[in-house]
């Protein structure tokens, strides 16, 4: 039985029935759909049963809104007990749009609700300033949060990805589609506007100062490999000349890094100067699609600004699909600038979920789409929060037949190349170690898609064929809007606070309060030694894992330099360039045509790959998965059973449960952010060690400047290498331990505070929320049972604690 039923049976004052539900291992699922018979069976007296099957039927009934008039209504009629029974094949989202009960349909809950909280918090703003009162306020204040899923969307030119994107959200018009060389080069998220009925978009620009730099650092490079004799003209300082040519044409060449900062190139953006954001507002997505080609994608022959733009959020207005989505359009590589380089490692992070899009015809065996794979697997696995991958293969529609062949035989066909390629996908998928160390084979998913028939069909109007599969990924987008894990943080924080209003209001302090605060403590002080113990146990490993990779590294550093350097190449060569450009960009080097290089990861990867198996099983990104083997989960005051001791003080009780599961979800968030840090510290340990390195090569120049660059790195490396792997190592610990500390000193600061507030204190001057708790426990229970009922359909097997615990 989970915790959902047992509370539930507690507030129905049925509380002698928890044991019997216990043995019979009633959950909500099964709670749901109990029959006549077997309520009964479960209940042979007649008052109890009487009592459980009314509340039972208030529970399957959907609570009514206040605005009656609106089709998509919450009818009053709806029950999850039917629900359970019938369409079990289909998944969750599609039953309860199917029954009218939307993400519409918990925006109404959701605004009724905020709107009975806005009430309250303006009541209690009336009130003398009590702790009490400061208290409650405070917690109303931090209930709203607006959080998005991120889906990061990555392939290379010509895949389709802006055109997967249009058909998808049904704006064929909204992002330009790649053209010749035209490629994506900004970033761009693409969200919704709820309240909005027009198109818009937010430009932000790097800074003035991070610009000016970028220009003496691109007129310093360019007059250092001016000195060279024999120059070799490869394409690693392509992507300086190309930004620089985008901006100003050819005029940059004989120009200085202050007269390129001359205000008449940025008259058409004086936001720029301004240092503020770019507004768009169109009626179309064509339209503004055309505007926005200037400021996202490498157009030849073009003056462009995409240079200057760290980053465009796109709203389409009322699109229910990206409600809590937004969807990322992410160049394949980072950035030398520094702005757009840690925007860009900071969203793909932040990814729950990961799309890699490449044509179909060579979906197992593109190199790029893989590479792109593979360079980022570090920052959205152990270093982010991605929980899966989606593989979709493009242009389905091409299966390259040249006979003449009917509708039957051309769909057979395309069903044995999709099967075919999506093992071959899979395949390769098991085959990448360097993925492998971050996600589990289960975590890939392919889709098989063709985005323009798709578009072409919906505007005809005609049913989709099976084997295009945008329809699915629009159901995984529905799935993460459905019932959205915010809406439900908000209802049950709103729930709890209601509830101490009102036993505050009504209550009185007693010798009891006192006896359930001693209660409460003795099991706070017992829990946090159970958290103590597997943080403590996870350092432990980690410094086990980190002493082994210090070792390897110390062994292994000079072979990984000579990794760095091709063979064959002289000085004059165009690896001088390269070089070069690793040394001015801090050990990291990105170019458009070539891999990146990272000296920083590459002298960091013997530590990496050490802690990368334990990091994965201590910090896991899955749905069901919790940090330190589910401790946090596991923290309970078991107020359920303080609330059938203390009769009382039911209402102070229901808030702390609340409080727990809030500070809960908290910690997981301080712990998924953290751990982000905690692993990328090792790559920017090595870089903090290898900065003067840096600095001093970068001052070399003209002929023997190549061998002074590698001569000033291997020194370096073979001067430092006892004691940087070490600092590496302990900056790690450290994080680590500054972590444990955190969720330590959170957790009972947090809950103190608020089991000393909630039942030590009383005002009867608070107002009056009796009919406003109704309300909101209703709207929290539906809530609550509609997140259980996806987990139930998930493909993962939901947590026992679901029913109460706020998810990710």
């Not at 020194?715 to 500390?741: C, G, I, P, W």
Request: one cysteine or more.
């Amino acid at each position: 039985m989970d915790d959902f039923v047992c509370t539930t049976l507690t507030e129905w004052g049925l509380s002698e029935l928890i044991e019997k539900f216990k043995d019979e291992e009633i959950d909500l699922e099964s709670l749901l759909c109990l029959d006549d018979q077997e309520i009964a069976k479960l209940i042979p007296k007649t008052g109890p049963r009487s009592k459980f099957k009314d509340k039972l039927k208030s529970l399957r009934v959907l609570p009514s809104t206040s605005d009656t008039t609106d089709n998509e209504n919450l009818s009053g009629k709806r029950k999850m007990a039917a629900q359970c029974e019938s369409s079990k094949s289909e998944s969750p989202a599609k039953r309860r749009r199917d029954a009218g009960l939307g993400s519409y349909s918990e925006h109404k809950i959701l605004s009724d609700v905020r709107k009975i909280m806005t009430d309250v918090h303006n009541g209690i703003c009336q009130k003398d300033n009590t702790r009490l009162n400061a208290f409650l306020r405070d917690k109303i204040e931090v209930l709203e949060k607006d959080k998005r899923e991120l889906i990061g969307v990555f392939g290379k030119t010509g895949a389709g990805k802006s055109t997967l994107i249009n058909a998808i959200i049904g704006e064929e018009n909204l992002l330009p589609s790649a053209s010749g060389s035209a490629c994506t080069s900004a970033m761009i998220k693409v969200e919704a506007d709820m309240k909005n009925q027009k198109y818009e978009a937010e430009i932000d620009f790097i800074t003035k100062e991070d610009w000016r730099e970028e220009l003496w650092t691109f007129d310093k490079f360019f007059k250092d490999i001016s000195d060279l004799k024999n120059r070799d003209d490869g394409d690693d300082d392509d992507v300086y000349r190309e930004k620089l040519s985008a901006l100003y044409g050819e005029g940059w060449k004989d120009k200085s890094p202050d007269e390129l900062m001359d205000k008449k190139y940025f008259k058409e953006i004086p936001e720029f100067l301004r240092s503020e954001k770019k507004m768009l507002t169109c009626k179309s997505a064509a339209e503004l699609s055309e505007i926005l080609i200037k400021y996202t994608r490498i157009e030849e022959d073009e003056r462009c600004y995409w240079p200057l733009v760290k980053c465009v959020t796109v709203k389409v207005p009322n699109k229910k699909l990206l409600q809590h989505v937004t969807l990322i359009d992410l160049p394949g590589n980072g950035d030398c600038n520094k702005a757009r380089d840690g925007m860009w490692k900071e969203l793909i992070a932040r990814c729950s979920t990961v799309w890699i899009v490449t044509e179909m015809n060579r979906a197992a065996s593109e190199i790029e789409a893989w590479e792109i794979l593979e360079s980022v697997c570090g920052l959205m696995g152990n270093g982010g929060q991605c929980q899966q991958i989606h593989f979709i293969c493009t242009k389905s529609d091409e299966i390259g037949v040249l006979k003449p062949c009917s509708t039957d035989e051309i769909r057979v066909i395309r069903k044995n190349k999709n099967e075919k390629a999506k093992k071959r996908v899979q395949r390769n998928f098991n085959k990448k170690r360097a993925i492998q160390k971050h996600f589990e084979q289960d975590r890939l998913t392919v889709f098989i898609v063709s985005s323009k028939q798709f578009l072409l069909r919906t505007q005809q109007e005609e049913q989709q064929d099976d084997d295009n599969e945008i329809p699915k990924l629009q159901e995984f987008l529905r799935e993460l809007n459905v019932c959205h894990s915010e809406n439900l943080a908000y209802v049950s924080g709103a729930y709890g606070i209601l509830s101490l209003i009102e036993g505050a209001r009504s209550g009185q302090v007693t010798g009891r309060n006192g006896e359930v605060c001693t209660d409460l403590e003795e099991s706070m002080k017992h829990q946090f030694d159970q958290i103590r113990k597997p943080i403590e146990d996870a350092y432990e490993a980690f410094e086990k894992c980190l002493s082994e990779g210090v070792k390897k590294s110390e062994d292994s550093c000079k072979n990984t330099l000579h990794t760095l350097y091709p063979r064959g190449k002289k000085a004059g060569s165009a690896f001088h360039k390269t070089l070069k450009c690793v040394v001015v960009n801090n050990g990291v080097h990105k170019t458009v045509k070539k891999k990146q290089i990272n000296l920083n990861a590459m002298l960091a990867s013997s530590l990496t790959d050490c802690i990368d198996e334990e990091f994965k099983k201590t910090f896991p990104n899955g749905k069901r998965c919790d940090p330190f083997n589910g401790v946090i989960s596991e923290f309970s005051l078991h107020t359920e059973k303080l609330i059938k001791k203390y009769e009382d003080l039911k209402l102070q009780l229901t808030f702390l449960k609340t409080e727990e599961n809030k500070i809960k979800t908290e910690l997981h968030n301080i712990i998924r952010d953290k751990k982000k840090t905690i692993y990328s510290s090792l790559t920017e340990s090595i870089k903090n060690s290898m900065q003067q390195c840096y600095d001093t090569a970068a001052q070399f120049k003209g002929e023997g400047s190549l061998n002074k660059m590698k001569q000033t790195i291997e020194n370096h490396v073979r001067d430092s290498k006892n004691t940087m792997f070490e600092t590496a190592k302990a900056v790690m610990l450290t994080q680590l331990n500054e972590l444990k500390d955190t969720i330590l000193k959170k957790l009972e600061e947090t809950m103190q505070k608020s089991i000393k507030l909630s039942l030590s204190s009383v005002d009867g001057t608070l107002p009056d929320v009796t009919e406003e708790l109704k309300m909101v426990n209703k709207y929290n229970t539906y809530l609550m049972a509609s997140i259980v009922e996806t987990s139930l359909m998930s493909t993962d097997p939901p947590s026992p604690t679901d029913a109460l615990q706020l998810p990710e």
